[in-house]
């Protein structure tokens, strides 16, 4: 158990829909990262958050979006769901940005 | 873009036997780190070395770092069936950006 907890573990959807992702990250850290996992793309970084703050930015849709709250949880918002959208969706954690990164268990989104 | 480009792509060996995976990686780092997938899962952080170290090991994990050559090795010996899995290395650039850059991963089977 790394103590990054995901929620919700599966999440199945229709095409133009909008989810929302939740992430905690492990007590104490105060970076957040958003990475999507397909078959075809392999790990691809999305979003870095720390101390609420954007930090860096990947490869993210316009349609994605996301914050991170004064308690350092997290949120990715996907809107306008494609079926190419579906993929395991990362969030990790570390205490400083480019430390060790803790991952959580991911969110798997099956859009149909 | 990818900065960690790992080779080779899939390994499959018998149980008992070594495993070496390498990463190669374009620009100057702060940090190279390694990281182990089981199927469907997080990312889970295996070691970490830093650009002024050559070597490092832990349990039966090898890892080198050749700063002039801009590649990393990860060796795993006497590997286990458990140890099948995606294992990924991740570079924090130098300087102040602190992002880690992804490679695709090597898929290790070990084969009872």
């Known amino acids: 158990d790394s103590g990054v907890t995901q929620t919700p573990k599966h999440l199945i959807t229709a095409t133009g829909q909008r989810v929302t992702l939740r992430c905690s990250p492990r007590?104490?850290?105060?970076?957040v990262y958003w990475y999507q996992q397909s078959l075809d793309q392999g790990l691809q970084f999305l979003i870095q958050y720390y101390n609420g703050e954007e930090r860096a930015k990947g490869n993210i849709l316009e349609r994605f979006s996301a914050q991170q709250f004064p308690d350092l949880h997290s949120e990715l918002n996907l809107s306008s769901l494609e079926l190419g959208d579906s993929a395991l969706y990362f969030c990790?954690?570390?205490?400083?940005?480019?430390?060790?990164?803790?991952f959580g268990p991911g969110t798997r989104l099956l859009v149909l | 873009s990818q900065q960690g480009e790992e080779d080779p792509q899939a390994l499959s060996i018998q149980e008992g036997e070594n495993a070496t995976m390498n990463c190669s990686y374009k620009t100057s780092i702060n940090n190279l780190q390694w990281y182990r997938q089981n199927s469907g899962r997080g990312l889970v952080h295996l070691i970490l070395i830093r650009s002024n170290e050559r070597e490092k090991h832990s349990g039966r994990l090898r890892v080198t770092l050749d700063t002039s050559k801009k590649s990393s090795s990860l060796l795993i010996t006497a590997s286990q069936a458990a140890d099948t899995a995606s294992y990924f290395c991740a570079t924090e650039g130098a300087g102040n950006n602190r992002k880690l850059i992804w490679g695709l991963g090597t898929s290790l089977a070990v084969n009872p």
């Open positions: 990790a954690s570390s205490v400083e940005p480019g430390e060790t990164q803790y």
């Open positions: 007590s104490g850290d105060l970076s």
